[in-house]
């Protein structure tokens, strides 16, 4: 500030000789001398021009008009405020040689120049005109030229129209641009046949031209799968916010964001640019999350409209896909039910016919201009060390100028890009951004993935199998993967901080937005070793940057955490939460249309007080949990939850949740049956007697020991009365209800109380405590007509007149059959360890086994029976039972009932037959649950051939199979085909169907071992001295890479003697360094061979060249097997036929030679193909070893 007060204005201000008004203009030309950069040139030269020379003739001033005064005071005020819009450069970058980049890197026929603002005035004083010849004529001459040399046909304005597109069309938004440099950039088109390069440097010499380059390809920074429509939400496939390792990925290996989810979903207030290709605007999953006005195309002059691409949907739906909106995937700041999440703008720079041409430096400008805070940027340029100067100005101008209602500055999010090198890809590379690079679901380095020291940070961005799941155009949803989709994830977690700051009404600046995001990530070091330093600060993670805010930057009173609403029945929901790290107490509301009101500070509330503006008191106190009860079924309620602080005020944030309470909305259907899969469901059924026409199916075992406390200790209400008599289908998915407890003082009970024509089947019955009047069963008390199939029941069952362990009674032309009842049974009369009337009934392989005592009329199967009682197959257990008779049925002893003679006339696909379990009694074939069974895997050899798997359920299911990599084998069906060394889970699954459960997941390790590097090393002799020739090395595959050191020599040795050879391969599939011994001795032609495997002198056979040429004379195979005495080959074909046969022709040692001329026995020439050696050896001892070969031949 010294130097705003020096000269002349201190000295007269001390002699008190300036008037006010004196004083006024002194300070406005001190303003602008204390100005800098474009703004003091602008004023200083152009604004103002000779009237500066003026500004102290204070004759001059005070002839002024106050009008005039006015006017001058509000230019100083627009010209300080303009100063606040002054042009940052927030990063240097490197210049472009442009000698090293390729033709490839650049559109041809278009450049982008700058020009000086002399220029600038002439090209937009006079209109461009086209010459006959083509070129644009500008009236600058020398400019002219150029334009007439290069065939220029067009300049066009790179920043045009932004100022009036600007949210706050003001002339200040237009000053700023002008500050910038903006209108001073023009796009032009070139002949296509001239050079690019030379119209570059050309420009770049004239004198009205800052800056000239070429323009860039950008491209997208992902790639794209085919789409699907999932009938469900596909949250679970979204392991990039929650691993379970699902995908076979590493538990944890995400961005936590089930955990960041309880502190913030998204503020509306947040505006996201999506920088890209189209989104689509009206995608289900997106339109209520999209900014008013949508966006723009820059990427076609030819249309405003956007074209909807599936990268920029992807990229938007990671962003903010809506969230609990019952359809596909959920988006990481997209809200909740109660409130929609962060605003999209979706800026379309790719995909339209003047794609990239300008708009990736135009897009950025406008984002800012329409108060986006974040710039997202899944592309870049399709070359390294290249950029436009346009594109990273307005980089800078979002930084400064971006930010909106909720941040001071805007952050510019880019993609690292996906050549899988370290290398500066811009503007990823460009200090000034957040660039992102990609991992996997294992927390590595994806293989695609860019890395440097210009990485600031990773995030998921899919893999091969485990791709990145969401939105795609179209209003579908599809997998990609590219660090075009781990960069969304660090935009929406940005996102999810401003929208916790913002609510809770803290103002970030940029940068200390980008330092809780940098410092707060998960260390990926020890899963990449070999990038440490290169990907950032390390994996992001969105719990940790939220608690960083909470912790750094918010105010101490903020709203409770993971607050959750359930509905565990028909009247009420269960609430919980926790309180925020200073403990404060909270307050609870609930409200049935999502509106609730504003607490009033110093107001203390108590439970069932209502808010003015919506919402009614739940809870207010010091603890973590609350069930609010008396509520109506079926019905939606809504909640939110503040913090309270001692003196009584509440926090500015809130934290929403939601439940609906249970009901049927209407009874199943044969096609469509309601699912029952928790004990409330069960409550609600029992409920409600209109729905007793429907079909359910039970989903799970359920233990229902709840039931003791129902109905005031009457336990579980029956389902079905005489009068309202259950006429539905009860499917019991091979699952069991375990614990039932009834007490009622009634007749007609069991679960089912009364049945009339219905349905059940495939339900067990365990430990059941059931007391009733007359006509009670564990099962069912009364059977009319109905019909039940492959169930049973366990427990105890009391009652008092035609009581039974299964069914109480039934008639009217009912029928049950494979089931059993293990239920001790008292009553008064007519008591049956199965049922207890029989009268008009079929009944087919049942049996009883358990205790049956009665007043009067107790029988061992059946209590009571009438003359159209049909049993076949029907028995109870006399010993066990301890009643020796039966109105109906046959008895046996325990002996009897536990051998499989008995029951050889069962269906064995429904029953499993007496044995070691279940008492040694029969059971249904359901209640050994579907399991798999897969039978253990040998380790095998890389370029061993295909074989089968043996994997089956027990269920007879059909069972799936997958790998947790795809680079080790193959699958097709369950042959297995080798494709490379190494380790590979093969996960089994079975999903069940309407009987059976999904089967536990089985899974095994399967290894390829290396293959044994093939090596024949032999010499031959000059037969005119009888020394050593040449030592030949040949191996198998042909051409592997490998070394040799004979005695640590690289030369192989001429000389008679032992010698060690050590070879070392690098190829991953073959064992890398073994060693053997090479024998030389002059007296024979083929001296010796030596293999080298996994062990020294490993026994093996081996060709010699493997594929081998049909145009070849014969086909060699070396044997080795130590101790051999005889050995021979047999020959086959790929399908098992016999081709040839050969002996040993001369056994030497442990080394066998072969040859095959490649015809078969009839000494016809065999065709190209597959085919198997086997080759026999016996020792002196007689042990015979067998070694086995795959060979190729080719024409």
């Known amino acids: ?342 605003t999209l703008m979706g800026l379309q720079i790719l995909g339209g016919e003047e794609e990239a041409f300008g708009g990736g430096g135009v897009a950025p400008v406008f984002a800012a201009d329409n108060g986006s805070a974040i710039s997202q940027n899944s592309w870049g340029y399709d070359a390294p060390d290249v950029y436009n100067q346009a594109d990273l100005d307005a980089i800078d101008y979002f930084n400064e100028h971006g930010g909106g209602a909720v941040m001071n500055g805007g952050i510019s999010i880019f993609a690292a890009g996906n050549d899988g090198e370290k290398a500066e890809y811009y503007p990823a590379a460009y200090e000034a951004t957040l660039s992102v690079a990609a991992t996997n679901n294992k927390d590595e380095r994806a293989s695609y993935s860019n890395y440097g020291e210009t990485v600031d940070i990773s995030a998921p961005g899919g893999g091969f199998g485990h791709r990145v799941i969401s939105t795609v155009a179209g209003g579908g949803y599809g997998g990609m993967q590219g660090t075009s989709m781990a960069c969304p994830h660090v935009s929406g977690v940005a996102a999810l901080v401003l929208s916790a700051a913002h609510r809770n009404g803290v103002t970030l600046d940029s940068e200390e937005l980008r330092t809780i995001l940098l410092e707060t990530t998960d260390p990926i070091d020890d899963e990449n070793p070999d990038f440490i330093g290169m990907l950032g600060t390390g994996r992001l993670n969105a719990a940790a940057a939220l608690h960083r805010l909470q912790d750094e930057y918010l105010p101490d009173l903020i709203a409770p955490a993971f607050f959750t609403a359930s509905s565990p029945n028909v009247e009420r929901v269960e609430l919980a939460w926790e309180k925020n790290s200073a403990q404060h107490d909270v307050l609870i509301l609930r409200s049935e249309d999502a509106v609730f009101g504003t607490p009033e500070d110093a107001y203390s509330y108590a439970p069932g007080d209502s808010l003015a503006g919506g919402g009614v008191v739940v809870y207010t106190g010091g603890g973590t949990e609350v069930v609010d009860e008396g509520l109506q079924k079926g019905t939606t309620y809504y909640y939110r939850a503040f913090s309270v602080d001692s003196e009584g005020g509440y926090s500015q944030a809130w934290q929403n949740a939601s439940a609906t309470t249970w009901h049927f909305t209407e009874a199943g259907t044969a096609d469509d049956p309601r699912i029952i899969d928790s004990e409330d469901k069960l409550k609600a059924l029992s409920s409600f007697s209109r729905y007793w026409d429907g079909h359910y199916r039970q989903k799970g075992d359920l233990d229902v020991a709840g039931t003791t406390k129902w109905n005031d200790g009457a336990g579980f209400m029956p389902i079905g009365s005489e009068e309202t008599p259950f006429t539905g289908a009860y499917h019991g998915g091979g699952h069991r209800l375990v614990n039932l407890t009834i007490d009622a003082g009634q007749d007609y009970v069991g679960f089912f109380g009364f049945i009339k024509d219905g349905y059940v089947d495939s339900l067990g019955i365990v430990d059941a405590d059931i007391s009733g009047g007359s006509q009670t069963g564990a099962l069912v008390g009364s059977l009319r007509g109905g019909e039940i199939y492959s169930s049973f029941t366990t427990g105890n069952v009391s009652g008092a007149i035609l009581t039974g362990g299964f069914v109480g009674g039934a008639h009217d032309g009912s029928r049950i059959e494979n089931s059993y009842a293990k239920t001790s049974v008292t009553g008064s009369q007519y008591v049956g360890g199965f049922i207890g009337s029989a009268q008009k009934v079929e009944l ?181 001295d009888g020394t050593p020739r040449s030592v030949s090395v040949y191996t198998e595959p042909e051409d592997i890479s490998h070394s040799i050191r004979y005695d640590g020599e690289e030369n192989a040795p001429f000389e008679k003697g032992t010698y060690e050879v050590v070879v070392e391969v690098t190829e991953k599939n073959y064992i890398g360094v073994d060693t053997a011994e090479l024998r030389i001795e002059a007296e024979t032609e083929i001296i010796h061979v030596d293999t080298i495997g996994d062990t020294p002198g490993r026994a093996g056979l081996f060709p010699v060249k493997n594929p081998a040429s049909l145009a070849d004379e014969q086909f060699k195979f070396a044997l080795t097997a130590p101790e051999a005495v005889t050995a021979s080959i047999r020959i086959f074909d790929a399908l098992g036929n016999l081709i040839d046969t050969q002996e040993d022709p001369s056994p030497q040692g442990s080394g066998h030679l072969f040859s095959w001329d490649m015809t078969n026995r009839r000494g016809q020439q065999v065709g190209p193909g597959t085919y198997v050696i086997i080759a026999t050896v016996e020792t002196e001892t007689g042990q015979v070893q067998q070694f086995r070969e795959v060979i190729g031949l080719r024409k």
């Open 1 to 342: 500030m010294n130097h705003f007060f020096e000269g002349s204005f201190l000295v007269h201000w001390h002699r008190q000789t300036l008037s006010f008004h004196d004083f006024f203009l002194f300070f406005f030309y001190q303003l602008l001398l204390f100005s800098n950069g474009a703004i003091l040139e602008v004023c200083r030269t152009q604004i103002f021009g000779g009237f500066m020379k003026y500004l102290h003739m204070r004759a001059w001033f005070h002839a002024l008009s106050r009008r005039s005064f006015v006017f001058i005071a509000l230019l100083a005020f627009s010209i300080f405020v303009q100063l606040q819009g002054a042009p940052r450069r927030t990063a240097e970058v490197p210049p472009v040689v442009l000698s090293e980049v390729s033709d490839s890197a650049y559109y041809p026929g278009r450049i982008r120049i700058k020009v000086r603002e002399e220029a600038q005035k002439l090209l937009q004083k006079e209109p461009l005109r086209t010459v006959d010849h083509g070129a644009v004529q500008t009236g600058i001459a020398d400019l002219d030229v150029l334009n007439e040399s290069f065939a220029v046909s067009r300049y066009k304005q790179t920043f045009s129209g932004l100022a009036e597109a600007a949210a706050l069309r003001s002339p200040a938004v237009r000053a700023r641009h002008e500050l910038w440099g903006f209108y001073r950039w023009y796009d032009l088109t070139l002949s296509d046949s001239a050079s690019v390069i030379s119209a570059v440097e050309s420009f770049a010499q004239h004198p009205d031209v800052l800056i000239a380059e070429p323009v860039y390809r950008i491209v997208r920074y992902g790639d794209e799968s085919r789409t699907w429509r999932p009938n469900d939400p596909e949250f679970t496939n979204q392991w990039h916010y929650h691993n379970t390792g699902q995908n076979f990925g590493t538990v944890g290996s995400d961005i936590s964001l089930k955990e960041a989810w309880t502190i913030e979903r998204g503020h509306a207030d947040v505006l996201v640019a999506i920088i890209d290709d189209g989104v689509d605007h009206s995608h289900p999953d997106l339109q209520g999350n999209m900014w008013d006005g949508i966006g723009k195309n820059f990427a076609d002059d030819h249309t405003d409209d956007i074209i909807p691409g599936n990268h920029g949907t992807h990229v938007a739906g990671t962003v903010a896909a809506m969230n609990n909106n019952g359809i596909g995937v959920a988006g990481i700041a997209g809200g909740d039910e109660t409130e929609r999440g962060v």
């Open 844 to 1024: 087919e392989n049942v049996f009883s086994t358990q205790s049956v005592d009665a007043d009067f009329g107790a029988g061992g199967f059946a209590g009571t029976a009438g003359n159209e009682a049909i049993a076949t197959a029907a028995y109870w257990d006399m010993e066990s039972s301890a009643v020796a008779t039966s109105n109906l049925g046959e008895g046996k002893t325990t002996a009897q009932m536990t051998d499989s003679e008995t029951f050889d006339e069962w269906d064995t696909t429904q029953w499993m037959l007496p044995g070691e379990t279940h008492e040694g009694y029969p059971f249904l074939l359901w209640e050994d649950k579907n399991t798999i069974l897969f039978t253990e895997i040998e380790e095998k050899v890389f370029g061993d051939l295909p074989f089968m798997l043996s994997v089956s359920a027990s269920s007879g299911l059909p069972v799936s199979l997958s790998l947790s990599r795809d680079d080790v084998i193959s699958l097709d069906g369950t042959e297995v085909t080798i494709l490379n060394a190494g380790e590979v889970d093969i996960i089994a699954t079975q999903e069940g169907d309407d009987l059976y459960d999904p089967a536990e997941e089985v899974r095994q390790t399967f290894t390829v071992l290396p293959a044994p590097v093939k090596i024949e090393i032999r010499h031959t002799q000059q037969t005119y």
